[in-house]
């Protein structure tokens, strides 16, 4: 089992960055046997994918919405995964969560990830 806290969300215009970490931390399996992913959910709608990277970040995945802006970083030795997200947009607006599939599909699919933390706010100011 892993426990996730997600840090690193707060209020930015738009156009800015932020950076958001996501500790992981337990017992029995390492971090790096984990493929990671972030998610968002704005009010009123869907939790949805983000991006997604692999145990030893090799491969990566991204949502349309966010490539070319956002990117999936992590490092195994700290136990933490990053989300650099640059270029803001108000819709970018949502909390973010982090969580960690046992699985190493790096998948968009929610229903593959098993562990998730209580996701930290990033609000986009126009």
């Known amino acids: 089992q892993v426990q996730l806290v997600e840090s690193g969300g707060g209020l930015v215009q738009a156009g800015g960055s932020l950076r958001l970490s996501c500790a992981a931390s337990?017992?029995?399996?390492?971090?790096?046997?984990?493929?990671m992913g972030w998610f968002r959910q704005a009010p009123g709608k869907e939790r949805e994918f983000v991006a997604s990277?692999?145990?030893?970040?090799?491969?990566?995945n991204y949502a349309e919405s966010v490539k070319g802006r956002f990117t999936i970083s992590r490092d195994n030795a700290e136990n933490t995964l990053y989300l650099q997200m640059n270029n803001l947009k108000p819709e970018d607006t949502a909390l973010y969560y982090c969580?960690?599939?046992?699985?190493?599909?790096?998948?968009?699919?929610?229903?593959?990830?098993?562990?998730w933390g209580q996701g930290t706010q990033v609000t986009v100011s126009s």
């Open positions: 969580a960690a599939s046992e699985r190493n599909l790096y998948s968009s699919d929610r229903s593959e990830y098993r562990y």
């Open positions: 337990g017992r029995g399996r390492t971090f790096s046997s984990y493929a």
């Open positions: 990277i692999s145990r030893f970040g090799g491969g990566t």
